[in-house]
């Protein structure tokens, strides 16, 4: 489920969290390709192509965004196939 | 070379002999980098009881190997490191498959390469790992080209890797595209 935030961010947390949220954190970098992140948001997130490109543009335009929210284990997986795809990604805890 | 184009789930594209020995060399390189990481990890007497393997659990001193195994968390380093010794293992893994995959199914002698998506995905993530390597060693920091800098040394042992890495980035682009295209559902 897809939120707009306050700040006009793309928000893809889920609308209820669980028990202690996380959320993954994809920051700018100057080195991969934006068509190459739109394609690993896409098959890899399994968010649509609109949502995929959404997120690209404000990482790319804002600095970072919030890519995927849920409990740790599964935040931990994703963070974890990002390097893999050669993102720089971090963890945190929402709020 | 033909760079790549997508068709019915197949992406194709042609190297020139000089290309595939080019870039299987540098994927190569990447590999060992990789492999060098690994053998650093500590050993872990438990390893082969529990049949889990544990990474270091400070980032790498090489900052281009450091580029390929990033911090998990911006604030907390003792979290980062436990997440880095849990997870370095399989991050280090699926880089080495998809080099491997890449290695195995790009003839040295050039000519066609025909992918499925499978394969096409590894290609892109070996591609990557060496740019991203490259742009490191080559401390690229921004969008400005680099090459365009009027004293650049075109004799010297940096603009040739400029070169290379542009091509990399050619290379990856039209691979990425072929895939977006193949899978573009806002239609």
Redo the contacts between chains.
Sequence with gaps: MTLPAAGGETDTRPASSGDSPWVVIVWNDPVNLMSYVTYVFQTLLGHPRSTAHKLMLDVHEKGRATVAGGARESMEIVVTQLHAAGLWATIAQDR | MRLFTGRNGRYSASFEPAEASLLSDLVGQVRTLLAQRRESAPVDPLAELTGLTVGPSTAPEDPAVAR???????DDPDLSAG?RM??EP??LA??DDAAAVLISTLPLSGGPVHLDEATA?SW??AI??V??VF?VRLA????DDPLDAATADRNGPEYAMHLTYRWL?TV??SL??A??EA????R
Excluded at chain 2, 140 to 143: A, L
Excluded at chain 2, 183 to 186: E, G, R, T, V, Y
């Design positions: 390929l195994l990033p911090d998990f968390h911006r997440m849990l997870r399989e991050v699926a880089k995905r892109l993530v990557n790992d740019r991203l742009s690229i920091t921004g969008d980035s990856l682009e990425t595209d895939l977006l899978h573009d559902d806002d």
